[in-house]
């Protein structure tokens, strides 16, 4: 779906969100959302905000679980994902710090394989993913998982490309600085997701916007998975659009 801008694209995924929470809170229900980073998702999370602050929406049963995170990260740096996750949305809305749930970058090594386990299973133990979110990287990563990823793959500990460590070097000053892992969730883990909403704005994105919607399945872009999905939309703007 192309729409005029991120902003107004952003307001109506917002919005489709805030219906589901509301419809799960009049059933007594929890809603699990999966979260991304990223530049892409903030107007999401603005107009949430928005929605909490001036229409009174309540986040006591929304259970959040996010993609990824860098790998190892001290989760008070700037540039970790709690942080931003943070900043953008937790710290403004009345969600239980006990419901969010973030890839941890401060693992042992030998202990991260048992954590990414536990971590699907959470996903499960709460009835699995009702929307997740996701932006796309320039490798065609969606979360991170880089080029060569399985379509079955689950949450576990990869090593970034090149490319992804040169976009991120904006966060972090350089390139070195970047970590050169993350643990993310899977493709197979992204695909239980009973609704899978991709967002990509700005003509930097339109070049594997219309490689992950008219190119080849194949590993080498992961998000062309998508395209086997009968759940996913894709949202994007005129820009990221121009391509297609
Ligand atoms: C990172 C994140 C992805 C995100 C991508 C695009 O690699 N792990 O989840 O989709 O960046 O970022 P941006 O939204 O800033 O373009």
Same mark, same amino acid.
């Not at 679980?65 to 809305?93: C, G, R």
């Not at 202990?111 to 009835?127: S, T």
């Not at 689950?154 to 904006?170: H, I, Q, Y």
């Given at each position: 779906?192309?729409?005029?801008?991120?902003?107004?694209?952003?307001?109506?995924?917002? !919005?489709?969100?805030?219906?589901?929470?509301?419809?799960?809170?009049?059933?007594? %229900?929890?809603?699990?959302?999966?979260?991304?980073? =990223?530049?892409?998702?903030?107007?999401?999370?603005?107009?949430?905000?928005?929605?909490?602050?001036?229409? =009174?929406?309540?986040?006591?049963?929304?259970?959040?679980?996010?993609?990824?995170?860098?790998?190892?990260?001290?989760?008070?740096?700037?540039?970790?994902?709690?942080?931003?996750?943070?900043?953008?949305?937790?710290?403004?809305?009345?969600?239980?710090?006990?419901?969010?749930?973030?890839?941890?970058?401060?693992?042992?090594?030998?202990?991260?394989?048992?954590?990414?386990?536990?971590?699907?299973?959470?996903?499960?133990?709460? =009835?699995?993913?009702?929307?997740?979110?996701?932006?796309? =990287?320039?490798?065609?990563?969606?979360?991170?998982? /880089?080029?060569?990823? !399985?379509?079955?793959?689950?949450?576990?500990?990869?090593?970034?490309? %090149?490319?992804?460590?040169?976009?991120?070097?904006?966060?972090?000053?350089?390139? %070195? *600085?970047?970590?050169?892992?993350?643990?993310?969730?899977? &493709?197979?883990?992204?695909?239980?997701?009973?609704?899978?909403?991709?967002?990509?704005? *700005?003509?930097?994105?339109?070049?594997?916007?219309?490689?992950?919607?008219?190119?080849? &399945?194949?590993? /080498?872009?992961?998000?062309?998975?998508?395209?086997?999905?009968?759940?996913?939309?894709?949202?994007?703007?005129?820009?990221?659009?121009?391509?297609?």
């Amino acid at each position: 779906t192309v729409y005029a801008s991120q902003q107004e694209a952003s307001v109506i995924v917002a !919005a489709r969100i805030a219906t589901l929470i509301k419809a799960k809170q009049a059933k007594g %229900e929890t809603a699990v959302l999966g979260l991304a980073t =990223g530049a892409t998702p903030v107007k999401v999370y603005s107009e949430l905000v928005r929605l909490h602050k001036e229409e =009174g929406l309540s986040f006591s049963n929304v259970v959040t679980f996010n993609l990824d995170e860098y790998y190892p990260i001290q989760p008070t740096a700037k540039q970790s994902y709690v942080a931003f996750m943070h900043e953008h949305l937790f710290n403004h809305i009345d969600i239980a710090p006990a419901n969010i749930h973030i890839p941890d970058g401060t693992l042992n090594k030998d202990a991260i394989h048992a954590w990414c386990l536990e971590y699907e299973q959470k996903i499960e133990k709460f =009835g699995g993913l009702d929307i997740q979110l996701l932006g796309i =990287g320039r490798t065609g990563h969606i979360g991170f998982n /880089e080029p060569g990823s !399985a379509p079955n793959s689950g949450t576990r500990l990869v090593t970034l490309e %090149e490319l992804t460590r040169r976009d991120a070097s904006r966060d972090f000053g350089a390139k %070195e *600085n970047v970590p050169s892992k993350a643990i993310t969730m899977g &493709i197979g883990t992204i695909f239980k997701a009973r609704e899978i909403i991709l967002m990509a704005w *700005n003509k930097t994105k339109a070049s594997i916007i219309k490689k992950a919607v008219e190119g080849d &399945i194949t590993g /080498e872009v992961p998000a062309t998975f998508l395209q086997l999905s009968s759940s996913v939309e894709f949202i994007v703007d005129e820009d990221a659009a121009s391509e297609l």
